[in-house]
């Protein structure tokens, strides 16, 4: 136990040393730290540095004793003693301190010392409350736990270009929406920020999911996928027919849609193919083939994590905690967060519109805090569900997580193209992209496959669609 204590007596001197004889470096201590979180005759030194600070806006130097002049002229003070070694001791060092590592260490220090102060507040509720305790001290620590980011970090120069770009060829290539044309076109997930999925309602947005999800655990990254409103074993029966493109159930005249374009890359032919899968998941080979795909995907096979919870029980702060739990007991961080469906975080029923904006806006912040990129779902209007043509505008409830997110794809297909396995996505919004496009697709969610082929719309396409939809109207009704 000396060692801890021994790391925390020495940053509390490192950080009072600046606090009282550095202007440049005293000013950020100042700022950002919380004189409650030293302790001891530091602790009275602090609070009076900082007073310092606020009125005079400088370090108080060779005035720190002034500082406390009541304590140090006191014959009865007892700590005299101890005031005047510390304020030798801060002199001596003060040419010495190493400020880059000092204020690196800042964050430390501050969540050590808030830990301490949480694990104390804890104790006591539990012992005079017991159980009645439990959802208070959870909350004490899902505070805590949340404080993620208070390291002191200057920014960047113009002098950064290397940063910048690795920035960009890291954002562009690390992950992938397994559609090369939106792969191509930069509109992909990244880390610090979230890519929406706008879809009407069963229209494929767990599909989106566990499409982007498939192709991060491709390219061996580590995927978390959160579901609020499908349980698990259902999750992970989606992902073994997209993995494997397998049937449910056995399956006869199982086709898939193929397009043929001409030179202009317009329609030529609009196909379906004839496709037989290798099982199905009712078979009784089934246990059987999965294991042995599984096996050969090797070290990639734990890569994923699914976990489901009820609707409305989740906060972000408990989302927090999960990841903090995950990352302690497995060790698991994950890459990329998948989340079905954020609109069914735990919200302020008296208050829903505002609190939803609010938890989008936590959620873009876990991205951020943790390095890691987030995928969502949310649900078009009743507008726009019965609309062909479906814009940002038909996002429902909330219009202000169009502005949270960094990119909005959004999903459209009429009944007629769901029969024909087709669907259109258009990039709605794309932060540093070119947007406002809109792709072809070919789907089959019988066999788990929201993306086979992938096409910029072809210019005809609208044309193809309303001569379907009027030669279906005229075909006469069976008696």
């Known amino acids: 136990m000396a060692l801890p204590e021994r790391l925390n007596t020495t940053l509390s001197e490192n950080l009072i040393t600046l606090l009282a004889h550095s202007d440049e470096h005293g000013k950020v201590v100042a700022q950002l730290c919380d004189p409650l979180l030293f ?71 501050t969540r050590l010392q808030k830990m301490k102060a949480v694990i104390l507040r804890s104790a006591e509720r539990i012992q005079t409350e017991q159980e009645l305790a439990i959802s208070d001290v ?60 706008l879809a009407p309602p069963g229209r494929g947005k767990t599909w989106f999911m566990i499409h982007v999800g498939k192709h991060a655990l491709m390219a061996r990254q580590k995927v978390l996928h959160l579901s609020l409103e499908v349980q698990e074993e259902q999750v992970l029966q989606r992902y073994y027919q997209s993995l494997f493109k397998v049937p449910r159930h056995e399956t006869k005249g199982l086709t898939t849609t193929e397009i043929k374009l001409d030179a202009t890359k317009k329609i030529e032919e609009i196909m379906q193919v004839d496709f037989t899968p290798e099982f199905d998941l009712s078979s009784d080979l089934a246990e059987t083939e999965l294991a042995t ?41 994950p890459d990329i967060l998948l989340v079905d469906s954020p ?31 987030i995928v969502g779902t949310h649900q078009i209007s009743r507008e726009g569900a019965r609309s ?79 001569k379907q939809s009027e030669e279906e109207d005229e075909e006469p009704e069976e008696e």
């Not at 540095?49 to 806006?57: L, P, R, T």
Request: aromatic residues 10%; glycine residues 4%; proline residues 4%.
């Open 39 to 109: 302790e001891g005759e530091i602790k009275v030194l602090a609070e009076r540095c900082i007073a310092y600070w606020q009125k005079h806006g400088q370090a108080p130097k060779f005035h720190t004793p002034d500082l406390i002049a009541d304590i140090l002229e006191d014959p009865k003070n007892k700590r005299a003693g101890t005031f005047r070694r510390l304020l030798d001791s801060m002199i001596g060092l003060a040419p010495h301190v190493n400020h880059k590592y000092v204020l690196e260490q800042l964050r430390v220090f």
């Open 293 to 333: 795909r599984i096996e050969w995907m090797g070290t990639r096979a734990n890569n994923l994590r699914i976990k489901a919870f009820p609707p409305r029980t989740v906060s972000v702060d408990h989302l927090r905690v999960y990841l903090d739990t995950l990352e302690a007991v497995e060790g698991f961080i």
């Open 138 to 197: 959870e909350q004490m620590w899902s505070e805590i736990l949340s404080t993620r980011d208070l390291a002191f970090d200057s920014g960047l120069t113009l002098i950064d270009i290397e940063k910048m770009i690795q920035y960009m060829d890291q954002r562009v290539s690390e992950f992938t929406c397994g559609i090369p044309v939106l792969n191509d076109n930069g509109i992909v997930p990244a880390r610090k920020t979230v890519l929406m999925f």
């Open 343 to 373: 609109y069914l975080l735990k919200t302020d029923p008296k208050n829903y519109r505002i609190s939803l904006g609010r938890a989008y806006e936590e959620l873009r912040a876990v991205a951020v805090d943790r390095n890691i990129a």
């Open 388 to 466: 062909k043509f479906i814009g940002s505008y038909h996002v429902a409830e909330d219009y202000s997580l169009i502005a949270t997110s960094d990119f909005v794809l959004i999903y459209m297909c009429t009944e007629l193209e769901a029969q024909c396995g087709l669907a259109r996505l258009y990039v709605a919004k794309a932060r540093d992209e070119a947007d406002k496009f809109t792709v072809l697709l070919t789907q089959n969610y019988a066999i788990g496959q929201f993306a086979i082929e992938n096409y910029f719309m072809p210019p005809d396409y609208l044309t193809w669609l309303q």
